[in-house]
């Protein structure tokens, strides 16, 4: 069956290449990318694009009518690093939008809603090792507090009205294609880059700060899992922990010195130290592997070597 696709937030780090996956699968004409900015010339180029502003529910409310569009992927939001620099503009966004298409699709415009969260809605009363699905939510920041609240509203919506809305929580997302958005795992886009340009790299992050963390080809590919599957395989309905890795600076690092031996890190810990502290160690992700059948496909070293060898050919 044919469907129309709309991407918010489609010029993100993870909406970039959510856009490509999505028009290789359904075709360039099928999937339509939008955002508040216009994004690289290749996105801009691969297909229909639309200038919107995720908080402004009658333009969304027109792209969808005007588009015939079946599915949302709301992708759309200030991230944990930046959220807390503008905590209020933070919560406008990324609860303001996920208001917008959930009321869409309650109003039966829409037959089917992702929408991500994250491992930032756990806190430091979490269990960190195997975080498990249903657990101490407790977040301390901004972004973290907006995700939580987020999925509690999902699941109402289903429940209540029967929004077909599904949602994972990513961990920290490592992508050769785009830069990172200003979340507290960038760390671990930016030491590539740098061990590659200068050999050397200042941590923002402690050396044994362990994080949950997803190779970007395995976070696209859970996303795409999740929505192509049977409804009644989606038996959480508030958001799925996902996993793949975890690591921290110090092993990143030894797994890029295989690479390139003489690349330094030092560290350098800001205030980004403090959310990644409240933060996971390691996701218990069972739920994900048994209802939709959920399995990564990058480690930490097939990761590296991807990472380098494609941004090694783009410099």
């Known amino acids: 069956m044919q469907k129309n696709i709309l991407i918010i937030g489609a010029c993100g780090q993870i909406g970039t ?5 999505l028009r290789e699968t359904y075709g360039s004409d099928r999937v339509i990318a ?6 690289n010339e290749a996105l801009m180029n691969s297909g229909p694009f639309e200038l919107l502003d995720a908080t402004d529910y009658d333009a969304m409310e027109e792209v969808i009518a005007y588009h015939e569009i079946d599915e949302v992927y709301l992708m759309a939001a200030m991230l944990s690093a930046t959220a807390e620099k503008f905590p209020m503009r933070a919560w406008n966004l ?11 699709a309650r109003q039966k415009k829409l037959s089917k809603v992702f929408w991500p969260s994250s491992i930032a809605v756990f806190g430091s009363n979490t269990p960190s090792v195997n975080t498990p699905q249903h657990t101490i939510m407790e977040p301390s920041t901004v972004y973290g507090i907006s995700k939580q609240s987020g999925e509690r509203w999902c699941e109402y919506y289903y429940n209540k009205f029967g929004v077909d809305v599904r949602s994972i929580r990513y961990p920290g997302l490592i ?12 760390y671990a886009v930016e030491i590539y880059h740098k061990a590659l340009a200068d050999q050397k790299y200042t941590c923002f992050l402690k050396e044994k700060t362990k994080l949950p963390m997803m190779f970007m080809d395995d976070a696209i590919k859970a996303t795409l899992q999740i929505m ?8 959480i309905r508030s958001s799925y922990n996902l996993a793949a890795m975890s690591f921290n600076p110090r092993e990143l690092a030894s797994c890029i010195q295989k690479h390139i031996p003489n690349f330094e890190v030092n560290f350098q810990p800001d205030f980004r130290q403090a959310i990644a502290d409240t933060w996971p160690s390691s996701i218990d992700d069972l739920r ?6 959920w399995n990564a496909d990058f480690d930490l070293e097939k990761t590296t070597a991807e990472m380098l060898k494609q941004l090694n050919n783009k410099l």
């Open 288 to 293: 994900a592997q048994e209802d939709w059948n």
């Open 175 to 186: 992508s050769w294609k785009t830069q990172p958005g200003g979340g507290t795992t960038d």
């Open 228 to 235: 192509n599957a049977p409804k009644e395989q989606i038996k």
């Open 17 to 21: 290449e959510l856009t490509y996956a």
């Open 34 to 39: 939008s955002d508040i900015r216009e994004g």
């Open 94 to 104: 990324n609860m303001n939008s996920l208001f917008n298409v959930l009321n869409l």
